[in-house]
T-cell receptor, first 120, second 115 residues
């Protein structure tokens, strides 16, 4: 099955600096790569995602890059703020169409998480 | 739109008991997935339901089961609870019934403690 490795497990940065979290996956059939942020006592919140036909995606201070050949993808947060402190999870997903005819399926494998601390 | 809701938020049970957790997906979403989150094992997939049918299943024993109703609401049941079942159980919904819809949205979770 799919295996997703995530590094580092903890990351401390000064406010205003950049943070980078890296993930590798094993199954070349994976075609969707979301990133989630989880704050204490809450469920994971989607912050950005990328599909396998795209190499890079950016949303304000957050960007994700994907290298299909090397099977790795990364999350970049620029100008970090204290409210960015949380646990971040990457995931690799293999999915099929979700409709009544085919039924659909999705197999999602999560990384082990990175605890990001932004120091004011 | 309201997000994914889960009830109850907290549960305390004893070994051998059974428990039922409930999840209401985002309006219009027809797929519901369940995950178990523990410090040691991380986020692990339990199962996914779509149109009242289980479409996919993770590697968990048969004590873990689920179902989905015609309104897309889902319940998860764990029978004969063990100490190791203590975890945050997360529900995620996706899809609007049109083709490819990969994006999952998570609820706040139900924190289950087994004593």
């Amino acid at each position: 099955g799919e295996n997703v490795e995530q590094h580092p497990s903890t990351l401390s940065v000064q406010e205003g600096d950049s943070a980078v979290i890296k993930c590798t996956y094993s199954d070349s059939a994976s075609n969707y790569f979301p990133w989630y942020k989880q704050e204490l006592g809450k469920g994971p919140q989607l912050i950005i995602d990328i599909r396998s036909n795209v190499g890079e995606k950016k949303d304000q201070r957050i960007a994700v890059t994907l290298n299909k050949t090397a099977k790795h993808f990364s999350l970049h947060i620029t100008e970090t703020q204290p409210e960015d402190s949380a646990v971040y999870f990457c995931a690799a997903s293999i999915g099929g169409p979700l409709n009544d005819r085919s039924g659909g399926y999705q197999k999602v494998t999560f990384g082990t998480g990175t605890k990001l601390q932004v120091i004011p | 739109k309201a997000g994914v809701t889960q009830t109850p938020r907290y549960l305390i049970k004893t070994r051998g008991q059974q428990v039922t957790l409930s999840c209401s997906p985002i309006s219009g979403h027809r797929s519901v997935s369940w995950y178990q989150q523990t410090p040691g094992q991380g986020l692990q997939f339990l199962f996914e339901y779509f149109s009242e049918t289980q479409r996919n299943k993770g590697n968990f024993p048969g004590r873990f089961s689920g179902r989905q109703f015609s309104n897309s609401r889902s319940e998860m049941n764990v029978s004969t609870l063990e100490l190791g079942d203590s975890a945050l159980y997360l529900c995620a919904s996706r899809g609007s019934g049109r083709g490819w819809t990969d994006t999952q949205y998570f609820g706040p979770g139900t924190r289950l403690t087994v004593l």
